[in-house]
């Protein structure tokens, strides 16, 4: 069974710290893509990658990063976490050109409560 | 600027019945269009598609329809089951990007 694997289901970090959101594919997909959920708001775009080393910014990229140095893991890095960057976020993953047809995959999701 | 809307934050209907969810978007450029289905503490899944040269694509119980000159959609569930209590998300397509709508909760009941 193919599968997007995200590193912790629910992390709670302090204001100010640098935080690693960690994503693993194992369907040898070229594009990845991070997003949030809120409340009312559905899923956001953060960033997206179509490629190793490759990042887009998507909707809402400020107070985020990314790292794609192997082509299946793909890191959101908050540089410097408020409050209001608690969230659920989301990795998916898609082959390239094929999103349309088969959707993405996407992971179970990270719970992060900045305190 | 929301491309995609879900104006019904919830629905509820009675095992059996029909439900039908809503979605209008605003970019004619999408080519593509998916359903997601969501659960609680876990990441959507993929329901069903339909291409914007197409106005109807079932599968099964599911069944979309697509007016592009209303730049409409709409999900066809039917019958309706307790086991499709979820979130749903119309998410449109474009260059390999999806954007997802707002939502809406449906509760199927006994």
């Known amino acids: 069974d193919v599968k997007v694997t995200q590193s912790s289901r629910y992390l709670v970090k302090r204001t100010g710290e640098k935080v690693f959101l960690e994503c693993v594919q194992d369907m040898d997909h070229e594009n990845m893509f991070w997003y949030r959920q809120d409340p009312g708001l559905g899923l956001r775009l953060i960033y997206f990658s179509y490629d190793v080393k490759m990042k887009e910014k998507g909707d809402i990229p400020e107070g985020y990063s990314v790292s794609r140095e192997k082509k299946e893991r793909f890191s959101l890095i908050l540089e410097s976490a408020s409050t209001n960057q608690t969230s659920m976020y989301l990795c998916?993953?898609?082959?390239?050109?094929?999103?349309?047809?088969?959707?993405?995959?996407f992971g179970s999701g990270t719970r992060l409560t900045v305190v | 600027d929301q491309q995609v809307k879900q104006n019904s934050p919830s629905l509820s209907v009675q095992e059996g019945r029909i439900s039908i969810l809503n979605c209008d978007y605003t970019n004619s450029m999408f080519d593509y269009f998916l359903w997601y289905k969501k659960y609680p503490a876990e990441g959507p899944t993929f329901l069903i598609s339909i291409s914007s040269i197409k106005d109807k694509n079932e599968d099964g119980r599911f069944t979309v329809f697509l007016n592009k000159s209303a730049k409409h959609l709409s999900l066809h569930i039917v019958p309706s089951q307790p086991g499709d209590s979820a979130v749903y998300f119309c998410a449109p397509i474009n260059t390999d990007k999806l954007i997802f709508g707002t939502g809406t909760r449906l509760q199927v009941f006994p």
């Open positions: 998916a993953s898609s082959a390239l050109g094929q999103g349309a047809y088969y959707g993405y995959t």
